[in-house]
């Protein structure tokens, strides 16, 4: 640690002699007092030395040539961080009560005249030399403190930031636990109905009328988990920003209105006062994920509000903005809650039973949604019991003229299906469901197999699981695409993994459609029949 410097005396006198009097006499102490003497020859030589340090005193001369000790004081006090150093006036003559008030008025303490007697010297030096040390003790102090309370505010701030993250981090563990509890619940109810229904079917006596709303039940139940499942895959995608739009120029308020009609045919809204206002706004987007924004929106209103309550959903231009806005007459959103709305894992409380079901993830999916559009959505509510709106605003397109759909094209037989999947359940339902729906089927256990049965049975379309054993489902496509008695074989992928990364796969192999497992029956019929007439593509 370096040694502290020690107070300094300045000693100014112009007369040679009587300065090297004056120091010297001071040296006799210098050790004891722990104090350096320097010295100057004039004014100027002072005003030098006062810029290169500090001092505890300066003995000053009154009378010296050119600048005497008067004005020498006044430049020195004029300057900043010399002005309160004190100063002893040394003179040779008996000073008038006016010039002790001009010393005075020029920043001196007191007076010394000479002959100087030196026990009067050293009691006068050593109390300005102590003062110093003194001061200077302080301002270390001070220089101490003050980085001492810097580092507690840092680490008072870092404490504070530690103890924010844990309790978020706790907020949101507890959050992932209440979902996790919830999913349970979610996925329990159907697979006990499903359980049960299946139960039901291989039951003795069971009647014809009970075997078909057990199968009723298992199909919707199943609907049901996938509908389930497609939440889960929809968010991840979204948050990993994996999820690729299929984006055409479209006007929103059909969409909505399109939605709502939706809502009301199956029964969905019968409870609740739906008004609708819906305004003619064309954007950039992808239908099917903007429809999913709309339901999810209208969900979380019916969700949340009572029975005969009122929802509005309104459409309309607003500067380049066209705006969705869903507004509910229902239980509101706490001030606290409002704005995490749309965190992940975070769900208002409802006295509201959950008869709808559902993750509580619709809002955060829904604000992914609209950002990867390069849109935004905002939640109000004046409070609880006062009701919520959800506004939604996307990028304003220029009106576009829709063209007329192609005519369909005309029908025909239906085409040979081979089935290559491993699982021997789904293997053997799939194969029992599209027999019973008139098809030609051949089916196969894993990819090498289904090649072999490709060569034999010669189908017109094929439908190819992707984890196969052996060789997996891209490499069937690569090798039914390479095989020119094979090639023309509509490929039709089936997978139980569908981000974006996925389908391009899909598409590199060679497949001509990707679905995701699992697969509703009129879907896939649906994509049969599209597959088988269209062309190969060259």
């Not at 005519?407 to 290559?420: C, F, S, T, W």
Request: with cysteine; charged share 25%; net charge negative.
């Amino acid at each position: 640690m370096p040694k502290p410097d020690k107070p300094k005396i300045l000693v100014v006198n112009d007369d040679a002699n009587s300065l090297f009097a004056l120091t010297s006499l001071l040296a006799q102490w210098a050790e004891q007092e722990s104090y350096e003497v320097l010295a100057a020859r004039s004014g100027q030589d002072a005003l030098r030395q006062v810029l290169m340090h500090d001092f505890a005193v300066i003995l000053l001369d009154v009378n010296m040539p050119g600048m005497d000790g008067f004005e020498t004081a006044e430049a020195i006090h004029a300057r900043a961080r010399s002005a309160d150093i004190p100063i002893i006036f040394i003179t040779a003559f008996l000073a008038d009560e006016l010039d002790r008030l001009k010393a005075y008025q020029h920043g001196a303490v007191d007076f010394l005249f000479t002959p100087v007697i030196p026990q009067i010297l050293y009691a006068k030096i050593s109390v300005f030399v102590a003062l110093a040390m003194k001061s200077e003790e302080l301002k270390k102090q001070a220089r101490q403190l003050s980085q001492r309370t810097t580092e507690l505010t840092a680490t008072n701030q870092r404490l504070t930031r530690e103890i924010e993250e844990r309790k978020s981090m706790e907020r949101q563990n507890h959050a992932k636990d209440e979902f996790l509890a919830m999913l349970g619940h979610e996925l329990r109810n159907p697979l006990s109905a499903i359980s049960s229904a299946a139960s039901l079917i291989g039951l003795p006596g069971v009647s014809l009328d009970g075997m078909q709303r057990a199968k009723k039940i298992i199909q919707r139940q199943s609907q049901h988990l996938g509908r389930i499942v497609d939440d889960l895959l929809d968010l991840s995608r979204a948050m990993s920003g994996k999820i690729l739009l299929n984006r055409l120029p479209l006007d929103l308020s059909a969409l909505v209105g399109q939605t709502l009609e939706t809502y009301r045919a199956t029964g969905r809204s019968t409870d609740f006062e739906l008004v609708q206002d819906l305004d003619a706004g064309w954007i950039d987007g992808d239908s099917t994920r903007l429809e999913q924004i709309t339901s999810n929106l209208l969900d979380n209103a019916l969700k949340y509000t009572p029975s005969g309550g009122r929802v509005e959903v309104r459409t309309w231009t607003e500067n380049d903005d066209v705006v969705l806005s869903v507004r509910d007459s229902g239980v509101g959103i706490s001030a606290e809650l409002l704005p995490h709305v749309f965190d992940v894992f975070v769900q208002g409380s409802s006295t509201l039973d959950r008869s709808q079901g559902g993750l509580g993830i619709g809002l955060s999916l829904v604000r992914r949604l609209a950002e990867l559009h390069g849109g935004s959505i905002e939640a109000e509510s004046p409070g609880p019991n006062r009701g919520s709106t959800f506004t939604l605003r996307l990028p304003l397109i220029e009106h576009q003229v829709v063209a007329p759909p192609a005519p369909a094209k005309a029908e025909h037989g239906k085409p040979r299906v081979l089935l290559i999947e491993d699982n021997d359940d789904g293997r053997e339902m799939m194969t029992m469901m599209l027999g019973g729906y008139g098809y030609d089927v051949a089916a196969a256990a894993d990819g090498l197999l289904g090649l072999s049965a490709a060569l034999d049975y010669q189908p017109d379309l094929a439908l190819v699981d992707i984890g196969l054993p052996g060789i997996d489902g891209y490499e069937v496509a690569r090798r039914l695409r390479a095989d020119p008695a094979t090639r023309d074989i509509r490929l039709i992928a089936l997978t139980g993994y569908g981000l974006a990364e996925d389908l391009r796969r899909v598409m590199e192999a060679g497949f001509d459609r990707h679905l995701v497992k699992p697969v509703d029956i009129d879907q896939l019929m649906e994509v049969i029949d599209n597959c088988a007439r269209v062309p190969i593509k060259e």
